[in-house]
Protein backbone atom coordinates (compact mmCIF):
# COMPACT_ATOMS: atom_id res chain seq x y z
CA UNK A 1 0.00 0.00 0.00
CA UNK A 2 1.53 3.23 -1.03
CA UNK A 3 1.25 6.42 1.10
CA UNK A 4 1.50 9.99 0.01
CA UNK A 5 1.50 13.85 1.67
CA UNK A 6 -1.32 15.74 0.30
CA UNK A 7 1.02 18.39 -0.77
CA UNK A 8 -1.68 21.46 -1.47
CA UNK A 9 -0.89 24.52 -4.27
CA UNK A 10 0.08 27.54 -3.93
CA UNK A 11 -2.49 30.10 -3.58
CA UNK A 12 -3.08 33.36 -5.63
CA UNK A 13 -4.55 35.28 -2.41
CA UNK A 14 -2.77 35.74 0.91
CA UNK A 15 -5.33 33.55 3.10
CA UNK A 16 -4.86 34.40 7.30
CA UNK A 17 -6.74 32.69 9.75
CA UNK A 18 -4.74 33.61 13.31
CA UNK A 19 -3.41 36.50 11.84
CA UNK A 20 -4.80 39.42 9.76
CA UNK A 21 -2.62 41.64 7.10
CA UNK A 22 -3.80 45.34 6.31
CA UNK A 23 -1.62 47.70 4.96
CA UNK A 24 -2.15 49.84 7.65
CA UNK A 25 -0.65 47.02 10.58
CA UNK A 26 1.29 44.53 8.54
CA UNK A 27 0.94 41.15 9.38
CA UNK A 28 -0.40 40.75 13.17
CA UNK A 29 -1.96 38.12 15.57
CA UNK A 30 -5.19 38.18 16.31
CA UNK A 31 -6.13 40.17 19.56
CA UNK A 32 -7.76 37.23 21.19
CA UNK A 33 -4.60 35.19 20.42
CA UNK A 34 -1.99 37.25 22.17
CA UNK A 35 -2.19 35.83 25.79
CA UNK A 36 -1.17 32.23 24.12
CA UNK A 37 1.84 33.25 22.21
CA UNK A 38 5.09 32.61 24.03
CA UNK A 39 7.18 35.60 25.08
CA UNK A 40 10.30 34.23 23.37
CA UNK A 41 9.53 32.56 20.12
CA UNK A 42 5.85 34.32 19.95
CA UNK A 43 4.10 30.96 18.66
CA UNK A 44 1.16 30.08 20.25
CA UNK A 45 -0.83 26.54 20.28
CA UNK A 46 -2.72 26.60 17.29
CA UNK A 47 -4.52 23.94 18.73
CA UNK A 48 -6.03 26.06 21.86
CA UNK A 49 -6.08 29.28 19.43
CA UNK A 50 -8.90 27.01 17.46
CA UNK A 51 -10.61 26.27 20.39
CA UNK A 52 -10.64 29.85 21.79
CA UNK A 53 -12.63 30.56 18.08
CA UNK A 54 -11.98 31.53 14.35
CA UNK A 55 -13.21 35.21 13.43
CA UNK A 56 -16.46 36.25 11.87
CA UNK A 57 -14.37 38.15 9.30
CA UNK A 58 -12.25 34.78 8.55
CA UNK A 59 -13.11 34.62 4.87
CA UNK A 60 -10.88 32.49 2.31
CA UNK A 61 -10.70 34.28 -1.63
CA UNK A 62 -9.83 30.74 -3.40
CA UNK A 63 -11.11 27.85 -5.50
CA UNK A 64 -9.60 25.22 -3.99
CA UNK A 65 -11.55 22.05 -2.24
CA UNK A 66 -8.03 22.02 -0.19
CA UNK A 67 -6.05 24.34 1.12
CA UNK A 68 -2.89 25.54 3.15
CA UNK A 69 -3.82 28.89 5.25
CA UNK A 70 -0.60 31.11 5.50
CA UNK A 71 -0.62 30.57 9.22
CA UNK A 72 -0.28 26.85 8.03
CA UNK A 73 -4.04 25.26 8.94
CA UNK A 74 -5.43 23.09 5.88
CA UNK A 75 -9.00 24.18 4.53
CA UNK A 76 -11.18 22.29 2.70
CA UNK A 77 -14.36 22.34 0.92
CA UNK A 78 -17.83 20.78 1.31
CA UNK A 79 -17.05 18.59 -1.66
CA UNK A 80 -13.56 17.35 0.12
CA UNK A 81 -15.41 17.34 3.10
CA UNK A 82 -18.02 14.78 1.75
CA UNK A 83 -14.82 12.72 0.70
CA UNK A 84 -13.43 12.62 3.24
CA UNK A 85 -16.03 11.54 5.85
CA UNK A 86 -17.16 8.68 3.24
CA UNK A 87 -13.72 6.97 2.90
CA UNK A 88 -12.13 7.81 6.31
CA UNK A 89 -15.02 9.25 8.65
CA UNK A 90 -13.29 8.49 12.00
CA UNK A 91 -9.81 10.13 11.49
CA UNK A 92 -10.96 13.69 10.94
CA UNK A 93 -12.77 16.20 12.60
CA UNK A 94 -14.02 19.76 10.84
CA UNK A 95 -14.29 23.10 12.24
CA UNK A 96 -16.33 25.60 10.33
CA UNK A 97 -15.42 28.62 9.49
CA UNK A 98 -18.35 31.24 11.54
CA UNK A 99 -17.89 33.88 8.76
CA UNK A 100 -17.32 31.15 5.40
CA UNK A 101 -19.91 28.80 4.87
CA UNK A 102 -17.96 27.81 2.22
CA UNK A 103 -14.95 25.80 4.00
CA UNK A 104 -13.95 24.55 7.29
CA UNK A 105 -10.82 23.65 9.36
CA UNK A 106 -9.46 20.22 8.66
CA UNK A 107 -8.29 18.42 12.05
CA UNK A 108 -7.15 14.68 12.58
CA UNK A 109 -8.97 13.23 15.74
CA UNK A 110 -5.72 12.38 17.05
CA UNK A 111 -2.31 12.71 15.56
CA UNK A 112 -0.68 9.85 14.63
CA UNK A 113 2.78 9.15 16.99
CA UNK A 114 5.70 9.91 15.34
CA UNK A 115 9.71 9.03 16.19
CA UNK A 116 11.66 11.80 16.06
CA UNK A 117 14.90 9.85 15.93
CA UNK A 118 13.93 7.62 13.19
CA UNK A 119 12.08 10.63 11.21
CA UNK A 120 15.04 11.90 9.38
CA UNK A 121 13.69 15.55 9.76
CA UNK A 122 16.41 18.28 10.98
CA UNK A 123 15.25 20.32 13.83
CA UNK A 124 16.26 23.81 13.93
CA UNK A 125 17.22 26.78 16.53
CA UNK A 126 14.38 25.74 19.56
CA UNK A 127 12.97 28.41 21.81
CA UNK A 128 15.08 28.89 25.10
CA UNK A 129 11.27 28.98 26.64
CA UNK A 130 8.74 27.11 25.46
CA UNK A 131 11.25 24.55 23.44
CA UNK A 132 9.24 24.54 19.86
CA UNK A 133 11.49 24.75 17.38
CA UNK A 134 11.78 27.99 14.88
CA UNK A 135 12.25 25.61 11.92
CA UNK A 136 12.05 22.08 10.73
CA UNK A 137 12.87 20.67 7.49
CA UNK A 138 11.35 18.01 5.66
CA UNK A 139 8.79 15.51 6.56
CA UNK A 140 8.53 12.64 8.56
CA UNK A 141 10.07 9.20 7.11
CA UNK A 142 6.95 6.98 6.66
CA UNK A 143 8.76 4.19 9.26
CA UNK A 144 8.84 6.79 12.02
CA UNK A 145 5.14 6.59 12.34
CA UNK A 146 2.85 4.46 13.85
CA UNK A 147 0.27 4.21 10.75
CA UNK A 148 -3.18 2.66 12.33
CA UNK A 149 -4.55 -0.63 10.59
CA UNK A 150 -6.74 -0.56 7.82
CA UNK A 151 -6.77 0.27 4.38
CA UNK A 152 -8.23 4.17 4.69
CA UNK A 153 -5.18 6.06 6.23
CA UNK A 154 -5.43 9.30 6.78
CA UNK A 155 -3.52 10.92 9.64
CA UNK A 156 -1.62 14.03 10.94
CA UNK A 157 2.00 13.31 12.50
CA UNK A 158 2.26 14.46 16.04
CA UNK A 159 5.81 15.68 15.47
CA UNK A 160 4.90 19.77 14.70
CA UNK A 161 6.48 20.98 10.96
CA UNK A 162 7.17 24.75 12.03
CA UNK A 163 7.88 27.23 9.90
CA UNK A 164 9.54 30.70 11.40
CA UNK A 165 5.81 31.69 12.85
CA UNK A 166 3.76 28.57 13.18
CA UNK A 167 3.01 25.09 12.77
CA UNK A 168 1.56 23.53 9.19
CA UNK A 169 -0.59 20.62 9.64
CA UNK A 170 0.54 18.11 6.69
CA UNK A 171 -1.63 15.09 5.77
CA UNK A 172 -0.78 12.04 5.17
CA UNK A 173 -2.74 9.28 3.15
CA UNK A 174 -3.21 5.71 1.70
CA UNK A 175 -3.51 4.86 -2.06
CA UNK A 176 -7.07 4.44 -1.26
CA UNK A 177 -8.40 7.98 -0.06
CA UNK A 178 -5.73 9.63 -2.42
CA UNK A 179 -7.76 7.70 -5.44
CA UNK A 180 -11.15 9.03 -3.73
CA UNK A 181 -9.89 12.62 -3.71
CA UNK A 182 -8.50 11.76 -7.93
CA UNK A 183 -12.20 10.45 -8.27
CA UNK A 184 -14.34 13.21 -6.80
CA UNK A 185 -11.73 15.64 -9.09
CA UNK A 186 -10.30 17.55 -5.44
CA UNK A 187 -8.88 20.33 -6.53
CA UNK A 188 -5.64 22.32 -4.61
CA UNK A 189 -3.47 19.66 -4.01
CA UNK A 190 -0.53 17.68 -5.42
CA UNK A 191 0.01 13.52 -4.17
CA UNK A 192 3.83 12.92 -3.23
CA UNK A 193 5.09 9.26 -2.45
CA UNK A 194 6.19 9.69 0.97
ZN1 LIG B 1 8.82 29.87 22.48
New binding site residues.
Given amino acids: MNHYWLSPKDQRHNIWIFYTESMETGIRLREQYVPLQ ?1 A ?4 YDELAAIELGISPDVKIRSKSDYLMSDDGLICVSEAAQKVLLEVCPTSVRFVPLPGDSRYSILLPTSFVPTDPAKSHMEFHRP ?1 Q ?4 FRETCLSPALASMSLPSGSNVFVCPDLAIEGYRERSFWFLASEDVVSAFRAARLSGVDFEPA
Wanted: proline residues 0%.
Fill in positions: CECKKCRCGR
